[in-house]
């Protein structure tokens, strides 16, 4: 019973380097979303998706990008890293949107030297 | 504005205490959720209850209790006979018009 997976779980990044996040789901979930986590700040939302080939900014998009070409999966795309991008980063997945329960996955540490 | 604070930012108790978490919230819709999301040390966010804003109903699950209350716009948490395995980041969280907006969590010890 997988639920959301997220790879990898650590990752070191050079200044402007580049990377993708994985993010994949087995629930057969509609909405999935990626929310990133700073000290003492919660969590704010990246990016979201309502379903295959849709995507739309969260709170904090700049410096990524998504896509969305199956259900099951929803990649992260950092593209020229920065140390403002050194966070704690969780995918998750509901089935009809934020008013219900959401799934998540057990995160991606990423530090950006 | 839309908002959740959550002001004890630690809390340090010694098992068997009670605890009770606070969180406050902000928002002009009528129809919105309230939720609480436990985070333990291994880092992965787990679900455990959700609210919607007609329903001012307390909650008990076991040792978890919830109380809300529109009136103060309050959705506090309270954790009975608490247990080392209560240690964790516990936020709370509020979705009012397909947004979810999640508060700066406590952290709660709980010491043996």
């Known amino acids: 019973n997988a639920g959301v997976t997220q790879t990898p779980k650590f990752r070191i990044l050079k200044i402007g380097q580049s990377m993708t996040l994985q993010c994949t789901q087995d629930m057969n979930h509609n909405y999935m979303y990626w929310y990133r986590q700073d000290p003492g700040m919660g969590l704010k939302l990246i990016y979201y998706?309502?379903?295959?080939?849709?995507?739309d900014k969260g709170e904090v998009p700049n410096g990524y990008n998504v896509s969305r070409s199956t259900t099951e999966d929803f990649p992260l795309r950092l593209e020229l890293a920065a140390p403002s991008q050194t966070s704690v980063y969780f995918c998750a997945s509901s089935y009809g949107g934020p008013n219900e329960k959401l799934f998540f996955g057990s995160g991606t540490q990423l530090s950006v030297l | 504005a839309q908002k959740v604070t959550q002001a004890q930012t630690e809390i340090s108790v010694v098992e068997k205490e009670d605890v009770t978490l606070d969180c406050v919230y902000e928002?002009?819709?009528?129809?919105?959720?309230l939720f609480w999301y436990k985070q333990p040390p291994s880092g992965e966010l787990v679900f455990l209850i959700r609210r919607n804003s007609f329903d001012e109903q307390n909650e008990i699950s076991g040792r978890y209790s919830w109380n809300f209350q529109k009136s103060t716009s309050s959705f506090n948490f309270t954790i009975t006979a608490s247990q080392v395995v209560d240690s964790a980041v516990y936020f709370c969280a509020l979705s009012p018009g397909g947004k979810l907006i999640f508060g700066q969590g406590t952290e709660l010890s709980v010491k043996p």
């Open positions: 998706s309502v379903g295959a080939g849709i995507t």
């Open positions: 928002t002009r819709d009528t129809t919105y959720y």
